[in-house]
């Protein structure tokens, strides 16, 4: 049994968030000849980044199966499971399908915040340009570590 197994088929968000990220969706960042489900797969990829370096999560009311979990790679489920594992310090959880899209939804639904936050005070037409100083930021901050 695979990871995308004990996943199962989707990834609940609500009907609010998939809004969200159908409007987050029309940025240069997310353009591409991909599906639509993979456009918004990068856009909660990109929003679990940034509720776990948070460290908050924020639950989510009224969940659907919007997000299909066979448009995510492996990466992505492994980077959640890992995620889920660190946030219960369980290895069980890493059997446990629901709860570590559970924690991983809470923690992109902060990061969809934060993401609206830097569009806002940034503008849509700079937005690529902050997300790649921020990265840029983390990049040398890890570089000092080591």
Known sequence: MGLKDIFGRNININNEIRDKYKELQQGFVFKGNDKKDREYKYIFMMCLALGYKTGKRTPVTNTNGLLNVSSFEDDDLWTMAAI????????????NGPEIKKIATEYAHTGLSI??????ENGPKTFELVIEGKARDELKALKSVE
């Open 84 to 95: 889920a594992l660190e946030e219960t310090d369980d290895i069980q959880v890493m059997k």
């Open 115 to 120: 993401l609206e936050d830097l569009i806002f």
